[in-house]
């Protein structure tokens, strides 16, 4: 497989995974939300819709701008905020003391992340 190819499914992994936990984070009342996750509820609101919101649009991000060759540098960019999103996370939970729990999943979402952020880059 080409590198292209390994990057259309690393965006394709990233918008399935943004795209759904970022609209819950954006509209889902922040009560059902924090029986799914404990920290929307100890955050304030606009915290949690902003991060939805960024997440949401960072999903549409890794796919739309390319595939229809509008602006195309935005998924590069968008797979830049996506790290900063992780990054973010990851000190975020480990102030928390939830490192041990939360590091695997936001790894690898930063190292998927990063990994379009940085491919996309070089073929742009």
């Given amino acids: 497989m080409t590198l292209d190819t390994w990057l ?20 889902m009342p922040i009560p059902r939300l924090a029986k ?9 609101v606009r915290v949690t819709r902003f991060i939805g919101v960024a997440e949401l649009a ?8 390319i595939l229809l060759d509008i602006a195309p540098l935005l998924t590069p960019l968008a797979a830049i905020g996506l790290s900063v999103i992780q990054i973010l996370a990851i000190a975020f939970h480990y102030q928390r003391g939830e490192l041990r729990q ?7 979402f930063l190292a998927l992340s990063l990994f379009v952020a940085i491919g996309r880059w070089e073929l742009f």
């Fill in 102 to 108: 939360s590091w695997p999943i936001n790894g690898a």
């Fill in 8 to 27: 259309w499914i690393a965006q394709g992994l990233l918008a399935a995974i943004y795209g759904p936990a970022g609209l819950m984070k954006a509209v």
């Fill in 58 to 65: 960072g999903a549409i991000a890794m796919i739309l701008p």
């Fill in 36 to 44: 799914m996750m404990i920290w929307p509820g100890q955050l304030p």
